[in-house]
């Protein structure tokens, strides 16, 4: 495998059930992200981690919960979703120079398509 | 950051050089000129990025004015696969800001066979 994989690749769940999606960058970077991608809406960051430690979490309901047991792997957990929940989740990785602030080249996954019913 | 603008579309012949201008008079002594694209529902993609000089990588090539107001992103033959939505995004490169990437509107490639 190589680049950043996702899985599940579509994924249909109810406003009841408890699913997860994940990530797993082979890049051997230290920064992971997940972002929302809504039908003709901009990219939202939803979460960051850098050296496994969470460093931005952008306003995203509870019902949205991060995990990143270690630099190679990201979690996004979801329960009581709502319809309008329903987008492109796209996880992404990036080689973070802590101290040195930010980097803006971000390597992507082809993505999680999430449908609420 | 700086406000970029970019054409809404472009066609390229399928082999020849696609040349994808980008404008940002307003853009300041530390921001860098990155470029992203996104091909139809998939994750967007890293292309390459430049401060002032010119940058080259194996997907492009990077050309950015002397007075840095605009640049050209130049894929040397394209393909058919290269058909996307290209982003031309202006931020400062390092610092204590925030990791969110903006994505305007871009410009439409299509590549023709």
């Known amino acids: 495998e190589t680049g950043v994989t996702q899985t599940p690749r579509h994924l249909v769940m109810g406003m009841t059930n408890k699913k997860s999606l994940k990530c797993e960058q082979h890049l051997g970077h230290n920064a992971m992200y997940w972002y929302k991608q809504s039908a003709k809406k901009p990219l939202e960051l939803m979460f960051v981690?850098?050296?496994?430690?969470?460093?931005e979490n952008n306003s995203v309901p509870s019902r949205f919960s991060p995990e990143c047991p270690n630099s190679s792997h990201l979690f996004l957990h979801l329960h009581t979703l709502q319809p309008e929940d329903s987008a492109l989740y796209l996880c992404a990785s990036s080689q973070d120079r802590r101290g040195g602030g930010v980097t803006y080249e971000q390597y992507f996954g082809p993505g999680t398509r999430l449908t609420v019913t | 950051d700086a406000k970029t603008t970019q054409p809404t579309s472009m066609d390229c012949a399928e082999g020849r050089a696609a040349n994808l201008p980008c404008n940002h008079s307003t853009i300041s002594g530390n921001e860098y000129v990155y470029w992203y694209r996104q091909i139809h529902s998939q994750g967007p993609q890293y292309i390459i990025h430049?401060?002032?000089n010119n940058e080259t990588n194996e997907m492009a090539s990077l050309i950015i004015t002397e007075d840095r107001k605009s640049s050209t992103l130049i894929l040397p033959h394209a393909t058919l696969r290269d058909t996307a939505v290209y982003y031309c995004?202006?931020?400062?490169?390092?610092?204590?800001?925030?990791?969110?990437?903006?994505f305007g509107k871009g410009t439409k490639l299509s590549v023709i066979p």
């Open positions: 981690y850098s050296l496994e430690e969470r460093v």
């Open positions: 995004i202006v931020i400062q490169g390092y610092g204590a800001g925030s990791y969110q990437l903006t």
């Open positions: 430049g401060l002032k």
